[in-house]
């Protein structure tokens, strides 16, 4: 049975679940279930600190896991990437009082406050800069006013709460992450994994496409599939009328809208969208 853990709470753990009963899991599962079989599946889900994924991963007690990348390299766990979901995503940013410092230079022989010193410690090591870390579990943005640190390294997403505290972001982002799944740094290839991967596969695919269905003249239909290219190639069907053909394709969510007005404008007829549930490439 293939043992996978899942957040059970945080930005990760309502988008990892929807996107696991997206899959076809968990379809019996409520939100305080600690452990959960699907026997239908083979698969037992069990419910996770974030924090703590990479570990059970890494050790090779869980065999994979949905955590953050900023969790997975601050543990240092024996466990790699192998599918980045596009969910939850954020940033890794050095900030300190305004007029500090300029660059992360700047902070050299300072005190930096965080949660994630595993992360800090390797890329300050990398980019040779001398200062002390302070490990936090929360709250690192009052380090400075509180006088624990002189600048901090934090998750952000829009920046708001450190410019509330009097902080401003220094140099470019230390780490951009997003939820992952993760394995054991060296696991054997296993088909139930290859499954599990190629279902979360499916989702993000199914989330990113649509179908557009349309009717095009056939002096024009050549012009209509560059358009529309779908993933291998349209389909194309002759219809009762031999001057007009039918077409189906998958395009992206995102430049439907454009696509179609591009479809109108060539003389294509009857668009229709339909989202996608479920699918394999």
Known sequence: MLRVAVPNKGQLAEPARQMLEE??????????????????????????????????????????????????????????????????????????????????????????????????????????????????????????????????????????????????????????SEALVIRRTGAPEVPAVETFLRRLHSVMVARAYVLVDYDIRVEHLDRACELTPGIESPTVSALHDPAWSAVRAMVPAADVHRIMDELYELGARGILVTDIHACRL
Not at 46 to 59: H, K, N, Q, S, T
Not at 127 to 133: F, H, L, N, P, S
């Open 23 to 176: 899959a076809g899991y968990l379809r019996s599962a409520t939100t305080r279930d600690l452990v959960v079989q699907d026997p239908d599946n083979d698969v037992e889900f069990f419910f996770l600190r974030p924090r703590d994924i990479a570990i059970y991963v890494g050790e090779g007690t869980l065999d994979v896991g949905l955590t953050g990348r900023d969790m997975l390299l601050d543990s240092r766990a024996q466990a790699d990437e192998v599918l980045a979901l596009g969910f939850a995503p954020s940033t890794f940013r050095l900030a300190a009082p305004r007029g500090r410092a300029q660059e992360p230079r700047d902070l050299a022989g300072m005190t930096i406050a965080t949660s994630y010193a595993g992360v800090l410690e390797d890329y300050l090591a990398r980019e040779g800069i001398a200062a002390r870390v302070v490990k936090l579990d929360g709250a690192v943005e009052n380090a400075v006013a509180l006088g624990v640190a002189d600048a901090v390294a934090d998750v952000v997403a829009t920046g708001t709460t450190l410019r509330k505290a009097g902080l401003e972001l220094v140099g470019e982002p230390i780490l951009v």
